[in-house]
């Protein structure tokens, strides 16, 4: 039995101040992506660190039992609570891959960022390995944020097409599918260059409702220096909580049109925004997230300051059996392609 040690020095009070305030951010973090209210915008930044404080309270956790203290207790209790509230952010599955069908549907989400038509990522022939890269996958249905519309004649496999349309002064979505395009529509989002729109595709008898998502960007060029220089820093807080506001109306927007949605859904696209936040979990409502049904790792789609994150997303509908997932290391755009195979139900 481990005898718990009671008195604590100077520097244990210190580090355990430090300790109360990684668990409350933690905690604090966990209640407000429950919060679909605008007034939680604010504080909602803090999605963005959640792995951290999740990892720091591990290491006190650890700290406190090699110290035979207590104190232990207070970061193992913030980690289960938080584990309840957030669920796992970590991937293990796909260890043993599916048997799959002809008849199952292969589709892709990636941000093409314009394929770098303004030449960000230096070095030639990106927009050209992009669509290698598509053509090499070969998904049934791909959606692309940021598209760029003279691209479509490279992509001939697909015969049919759904685009922002021209009257929409909007950054460009696109939406190809080797399966007919009966129908189709934009949501024209208020006040933001971003946009949902969506087709309705035959698949095996089925029409299926294909939304492909661009939430509010984070317009801010990844970078240390935003948050190591103070006049620097509180601009780039003031854009993330505006970008964060602007996400929840319309993640909102989004949730009344899919209510009214008479198909079957399958919701891919770039969120601009984590699995820990209220915006990710207004999108997903009931749906499934591939990533969590059948992918491994962290399943990084952007890099943020260094930092890791998962913004990208494939959500299929409680008629979808989730076959596989994968996230792709390809450096062709600031985004990470990902793709999902799924089998509708009535189909087996």
């Known amino acids: 039995m481990i005898k718990v040690k009671k008195s604590i020095s100077i520097w244990g009070k210190a580090v355990f101040a430090i300790n109360i305030l990684v668990a409350f951010l933690l905690l604090f973090s966990g209640v407000i992506s429950f919060l679909p209210f605008s007034f939680v915008s604010g504080f909602a930044v803090l999605s963005l660190f959640v792995p951290f404080l999740f990892a720091f309270n591990v290491l006190f956790l650890i700290y406190w039992i090699l110290r035979l203290r207590k104190h232990f207790l207070l970061s193992l209790f913030a980690i289960l609570v938080g584990y309840a509230m957030f669920g796992s952010f970590y991937g293990v599955n796909g260890a043993e891959s599916k048997e799959t069908q002809s008849s199952d549907l292969k589709i892709m989400s990636f941000n093409a960022w314009g394929f770098n038509k303004n030449g960000w990522i230096k070095k030639p022939g990106v927009g050209d390995s992009i669509i290698e890269f598509i053509k090499e996958k070969d998904p049934d249905i791909i959606c692309i944020q940021e598209h760029n519309r003279i691209r479509y004649k490279q992509l001939a496999q697909y015969p049919y097409r759904s685009e922002t349309p021209y009257s929409v002064p909007r950054t460009i979505q696109a939406i190809f599918s080797k399966y007919p395009i009966v129908g189709n529509g934009s949501l024209d989002l208020p ?25 509010q960007s984070f317009s801010i060029i990844p970078s240390t220096d935003n948050f190591s220089d103070g006049e620097k820093s509180e601009r780039t807080y003031k854009r993330l909580v505006s970008t964060f506001s602007k996400q929840l109306e319309q993640a909102e927007f989004f949730r009344e049109h899919i209510k009214k949605s008479p198909h079957t859904n399958l919701v891919c696209g770039d969120f601009n925004n984590t699995q820990f936040s209220n915006v990710y979990k207004i999108v997903k409502g009931d749906l499934q997230d591939t990533f969590l049904e059948e992918g491994s790792g962290f399943g990084r789609t952007y890099d943020l300051w260094k930092i890791p994150l998962r ?21 062709l755009s600031d985004h990470y392609p990902v793709m999902a195979t799924l089998r509708l139900n009535s189909h087996e």
């Open 311 to 331: 913004i990208d997303y494939i959500l299929a509908d409680q008629d979808f059996e989730v076959l596989s997932h994968q996230n792709f290391d390809e450096r």
């Open 191 to 215: 006040g933001t260059i971003n946009n949902i729109i969506y087709a309705d595709i035959v698949y095996n008898q089925d029409t299926v409702r294909i939304y492909n998502t661009h939430l």
